[in-house]
């Protein structure tokens, strides 16, 4: 291997790997030498296009929040970020030129971010072009193609709206789509999968919605800390009350037996904390049924209903069998 | 006639902005402001339990995350006669203030900075400093390699761009530290909120995480180390560019604009809220630093315009009887981004806002000192100022929730009034880092009967209204310098100081009848 990496020292480039199978559950996949010598083989640095359409650019944000390996040791060092409306200098015609070229050259990984209304092309528009247009001309040369949140995993709370928003499957019918729902992404799942594609240069085995198993392959409710009171029927119902501070959420309108992601073993934010150890309840934002299918989202509805049922009926295993 | 210029996408914002601007003799003339993308959120809450409305709004924007949150539950605090307990109003106020550092070091740092930085100049570094000499070989590798994206392309570098070597090697080290400075923030308010962006435990009537003494450790030790690098890298680097290279900038006023400037008042210093950390107050054609007179804040008073904007023709509103159609087929409309006005006059709001209303004296001392007039350089020096006054609030806030903690009855959430009232209306108010905002909820039948929000960047980014009066962005490129029509570096300088943040600002539809008109644009 080269000495250097893009100014890279090997040290620095070796952290790089080890941080990055460690933070991302991919060294039971990969040891850090092979992620090293798939990234340094390189004779260039993979190209990166990533568009934004009916967003709030959460996922954006998600991706600059991870500790280590750093962002700027992935955007910098490790891909180039040839188009990103929040990230790059260009503006305006620049920056569309940017992104023609890059799709020119093809070979890129495509990461969508938000959804694409289907009402009327004009509710979304960027450089006096409908959003669907760009996507569908850069999905054309992509060797891959990320859909991350729960917009354009699957439509998310835009799908709910006048405007309509559909997913990105919708207009690329055909295409494979790896999906990396939840609301924002989990800057790990995110870091995690384009790293196993520059690594394989193939998507990460998926599952029947096209999120990869290494990360949506549990419910919530299978690993959350608050299991054994779900099964005692402990719920929680005053977030004042110290003694019910790990109590379950359920009545809350936690959705955790039905939503599939490891948030409660990976946590959020570098394993400082998540929604449930937040006495938050889990909404679901990785279901194609979020948002408009989850509301109520803070009290007992219909989706609290049928867990309940499920529990009532033994569906649902008690901790100590699992 | 001028030589028209359209800017689109306007980037390193957040959310799809259009900019045209009219140059003649070098200088702008005329400007359209125009917000390209729409969703239509109110819309989806019709009917909803009102409880949602806080998750839902959040999602507006995810780089001022949670501020639509917090401006939610004090609406619905409001309309469910919820008392936020004095432990759940320092939890609030705890990891919106670390929503304030985060956002503002992203602003400076990854957002702003390029446009006043010829990073190329790194490669004319020779001194010896360990530090800045890494920074050097990572940019000098980068370009030996071909591939300076996403650094390049850009606007060229003009006169007003700092070219100096090491200040510009010494200012993107600070562009890599405060990568991970924002990082330290999010990670920060997340020991109470939860997961960022979008907290999740602000909920109305108060919040859900009950907090340790541990956590309360941990948060101080990491706001330490953030109040050092505001005090200690921020605040001087705002302070050496504003009055260094960019004196005559700042000097000359430019992207002043109105200057009118409103703010709602925010963060509560006692149990009371009797002291805000920032005061409510309106002020209306400065002119610079002396005899500012302020005037009370009257919600009353805001109406909002479509008359140049893509919903059927209407008379401006109170947002309370707020309700749009889209209409895409007008034909002078040019924005989905509506016109509100505070008694009939375009408003600035955000960091120079506040800072103005609260008649700060450190923000007003160095516009005194260098002769700063209210304008692009103004608003980056209040933004930073405005940080270290959140960093030494949140020390008392931890102190307070400490303090609070030990005594018995501690609560952090109001329980008696969690469920939805049959009836009811409320407004909310926050002064998010971007800026005023609001949102009014009518809730009927325990369901939201009608939800509007007038947001930081819609009173900003505004397009023209019945008078013709331009929105804030449009006036403040009025006379700015544009030598070169394909390099419009200033324009972009000046939009960006408002930290613009368009998804928020376009987010409604009309209530009753979500009528759209099918028209396809290819």
Not at chain 2, 505 to 518: E, F, G, S, V
Request: aromatic content about 10%; proline content about 7%; glycine content about 8%.
């Amino acid at each position: 291997m080269a000495k250097s990496f893009d100014g890279l020292s090997r040290r620095d480039f070796l952290k790089f790997c080890a941080g990055a199978a460690a933070a991302f559950g991919l060294s039971d996949l990969f040891t850090s030498e092979m992620i090293a010598e798939a990234l340094a083989a390189a004779a260039k640095k993979p190209p990166l296009i990533w568009l934004e359409g009916q967003d709030c650019a959460g996922c954006t944000i998600s991706l600059i929040s991870v500790e280590n390996p750093s962002p700027a040791s992935l955007i910098l060092d490790k891909i180039s970020v040839r188009y990103h409306e929040t990230i790059m200098a260009a503006s305006g015609h620049i920056a569309e030129k940017a992104r023609e070229e890059a799709v020119k050259e093809g070979g890129y990984v495509l990461v969508v971010e938000g959804s694409i209304p289907s009402a009327d092309d004009r509710f979304c528009m960027v450089g006096g072009h409908s959003f669907r247009r760009i996507v569908k001309e850069t999905a054309e040369k992509a060797a891959a193609i990320i859909a991350v949140g729960a917009c354009a995993a699957f439509g998310g709370i835009p799908r709910g709206t006048p405007t309509k928003g559909v997913p990105l499957s919708t207009i690329l019918p055909g295409k494979t789509i790896i999906k990396l729902p939840t609301c924002p992404v989990h800057m790990d799942h995110l870091m995690g999968t384009i790293i196993y594609f520059l690594v394989t240069h193939k998507a990460p085995p998926l599952d029947k919605l096209g999120r990869p198993l290494m990360y949506y392959g549990m419910t919530v409710h299978e690993n959350c800390r608050r299991h054994a009171h779900f099964d005692e029927g402990e719920f929680l119902s005053d977030w004042n009350d110290p003694k019910q501070r790990d109590w379950c959420l359920v009545e809350k309108g936690c959705k955790g037996p039905e939503a599939y992601s490891d948030c409660p073993i990976r946590r959020w934010n570098n394993g400082i904390n998540f929604c449930i150890d937040a006495g938050a309840p889990c909404q679901g934002c990785s279901e194609p049924e979020f948002y408009d299918r989850h509301t109520p989202l803070y009290a007992a509805g219909p989706v609290t209903e049928r867990i309940l049922a499920k529990r009532a009926a033994g569906l649902i295993p008690r901790k100590e069998d699992a | 006639m001028g030589k028209r210029i359209t800017i689109d996408p306007i980037t390193r914002i957040e959310g799809h902005l259009k900019i045209e601007v009219e140059v003649e003799n070098g200088k702008v003339k005329d400007a359209w402001s125009s917000g390209t993308m729409a969703r239509g959120f109110e819309a989806l809450l019709l009917g909803k339990d009102p409880r949602d409305a806080s998750y839902v709004t959040s999602r507006f924007c995810g780089v001022c995350f949670s501020v639509h949150q917090m401006a939610s539950v004090r609406a619905l605090d409001a309309a469910f006669g919820a008392q936020v307990p004095w432990g759940g109003i320092l939890l609030r106020n705890l990891v919106m203030g670390a929503e304030y550092i985060y956002d503002h070091l992203v602003h400076f740092y990854h957002l702003s900075a390029l446009d006043y930085l010829d990073i190329m100049a790194i490669a004319k570094y020779t001194g010896k400093d360990p530090e800045l000499s890494k920074v050097k070989e990572k940019v000098v590798g980068l370009v030996q390699r071909g591939d300076t994206f996403p650094l390049t392309p850009r606007y060229e570098p003009d006169e007003f761009s700092v070219k100096d070597p090491d200040v510009v090697t010494t200012a993107v080290k600070h562009y890599l530290d405060a990568l991970k400075m924002q990082i330290k923030a999010k990670n920060m308010g997340v020991i109470f909120g939860g997961r960022a962006p979008h907290y999740q435990s602000i909920v109305v009537g108060g919040f859900t995480q009950y907090p340790d003494i541990n956590q309360v450790a941990r948060f101080r030790s990491m706001l330490d180390e953030l109040a050092a690098f505001v005090n200690e890298v921020y605040i001087p680097d705002v302070v050496a560019f504003g009055t260094g290279p960019l004196l005559p900038l700042a000097k000359a006023g430019i992207g002043g604009g109105h200057r009118n400037y409103l703010s709602y008042g925010s963060f509560e210093l006692d149990e009371a809220g009797q002291k805000l950390l920032f005061k409510p107050g309106v002020v209306v054609g400065v002119k610079g630093t002396e005899g500012l007179t302020v005037r009370p804040f009257q919600h009353e008073k805001i109406t909002e315009s479509v008359r140049y904007s893509w919903y059927k023709n209407d008379t401006p509103r109170h947002p309370y009887e707020g309700a749009q159609v889209f209409d895409l087929e007008r034909r002078d409309a040019y924005s989905f981004v509506k016109a509100p006005r505070y008694d009939e006059t375009p408003m600035e709001v955000g960091p120079l806002a506040r800072g103005v209303v609260d008649r700060d004296p450190m923000l007003l001392g160095l516009m005194n000192d260098y002769g700063v007039k209210p304008g692009a350089v103004a608003r980056h020096a209040a933004r930073a100022i405005e940080t270290k006054k959140v960093v030494e609030a949140m020390y008392h806030w931890c102190d307070e929730l400490t303090a609070a903690m030990t005594k018995p009855g501690f609560k952090i959430h109001d329980t008696d009034h969690w469920q939805p009232p049959a009836q009811g209306e409320g407004a909310g108010f926050f002064e998010p880092p971007r800026g005023a905002l609001g949102h009014w909820i009518r809730i009927k039948d325990h369901k939201i009967a009608n939800y509007q929000a007038v947001v930081p960047s819609t009173w900003n980014a505004s397009p023209r209204d019945e008078r013709g009066l331009r929105g804030q962005y449009e006036e403040s490129l009025i006379g700015v310098p544009v030598p070169d029509p394909e390099n419009p570096i200033n324009v972009v300088r000046v939009i960006r100081s408002f930290d613009p943040c368009l998804a928020c600002a376009i987010h409604l539809i009309d209530p009753r009848t979500n009528q759209i008109r099918k028209f396809l644009v290819e």
